[in-house]
């Protein structure tokens, strides 16, 4: 049995200064925690954690997760692990296996491993939507994966293989969500490597058509990140034994294709810039790696962690798009 969960022992945020690491410190700082930040801020950013700088209850810890000595230095005295580090995108996992693969699987046990020495027997970690690969079924149940289609979601599989060994020997409580397609403030539009609605809003507000993999008739379950940061903190302070070992889909439950993502962009962003209304789309050829449909059954996560996501489409759109208009024109 895991000990009740102590809000009085430290948090430890791994990838704390990335997109949805940074807002679960927010939320973490903001409800009392400490917090202790780990990145090496290889695709997250200092500026995501610039405002917790001042702030008592929040340090940052510089380093890396492929380092045991890392890892072992930011674990000391902590009473629960959020662990978000990882390398992100299907796409960069294909071009470079190996760079997602030390950072994904190696550092992933890193932090396990680092977790059941010191103690810490509460353990959450985010996966990932990828795992359900090649299976057609909609929508997507916990218990129905299919073969993985990128060495990103051989990666998050593989976490999810792990957590539940160290659940089963160790008895460690170890939740895993598997995030579908997150967006929202800070989410980084730049590099090839970003994700489908900050690089569509880029374009658009710089009046260039965005660009669709393939026939833009894919559809994706869009989960607006305070989404993701309350399912995260359901699990944190979740003590019910029948969850530990177990992977909960953290998604709205409706999708939505990324033609009709584009209207909605537009629509949005024509309100700040009405010129934006004329831009149009590029379709280029479909991506490797890339699934056609997601759709989360979102009833396990409802039931068991008592999580159902608040905030849908529309209106995570029309708060992230302000901020994107503020920041990258
Ligand atoms: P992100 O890239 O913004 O955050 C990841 C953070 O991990 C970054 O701050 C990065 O600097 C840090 N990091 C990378 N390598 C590291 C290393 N070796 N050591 C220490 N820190 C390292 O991405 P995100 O979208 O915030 O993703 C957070 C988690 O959620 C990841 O595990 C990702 O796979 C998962 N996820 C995200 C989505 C999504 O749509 N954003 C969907 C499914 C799963």
Not at 71 to 84: K, N, P
């Amino acid at each position: 049995m895991c000990p009740p969960f102590d809000p009085s022992a430290p948090v430890l945020v791994t990838g704390g200064a990335g997109f949805i690491g940074s807002h679960l410190c927010d939320a973490l700082v903001q409800a009392g925690h400490r917090v202790h930040g780990l990145d090496d801020l290889s695709t997250g950013s200092e500026g995501n954690i610039a405002h917790l700088k001042d702030e008592g209850r929040f340090r940052f810890v510089q380093g890396d997760i492929r380092s045991m000595d890392d890892v072992r230095a930011a674990m000391a005295g902590v009473g629960t692990v959020l662990h978000l580090a990882a390398l992100g995108s299907v796409p960069r996992s294909i071009a470079d296996p190996a760079a997602t693969h030390a950072v994904n699987l190696t550092g992933f046990l890193h932090v396990l491993e680092a977790a059941r020495q010191a103690g810490v027997r509460r353990f959450v970690y985010a996966s990932s939507s990828s795992v359900y690969g090649d299976s057609a079924e909609l929508p997507k149940r916990e218990d129905r994966t299919g073969r993985p289609l990128s060495p990103y979601a051989v990666t998050k599989a593989a976490n999810e293989a792990y957590a539940g060994v160290y659940h089963r020997l160790h008895g460690m409580h170890i939740i895993g969500l598997r995030f579908f397609n997150v967006f929202g403030e800070r989410q980084d539009p730049e590099g090839p490597y970003a994700a489908a609605i900050p690089r569509f809003i880029r374009s658009l507000l710089r009046h260039e058509p965005p660009t669709i993999h393939g026939d833009g008739l894919q559809s994706r379950d869009f989960t607006y990140v305070g989404n993701a940061v309350q399912a995260v903190l359901a699990a944190m302070r979740n003590d019910d034994p029948a969850c530990a070992g177990q992977v909960f889909n953290v998604a709205c439950g409706e999708r939505t294709t990324e033609r009709h993502l584009v209207e909605l962009l537009r629509t949005e962003l024509a309100r700040i810039d009405p010129a934006v209304a004329q831009v149009g789309v590029v379709h280029v050829e479909g991506r490797q790696g890339d699934v056609r449909d997601s759709l989360a059954d979102v009833a396990k996560a409802r039931d068991m962690l008592g999580f159902t996501a608040t905030t849908g489409l529309h209106d995570g759109l029309q708060r992230a798009v302000p901020w994107y208009a503020r920041h990258w024109t």
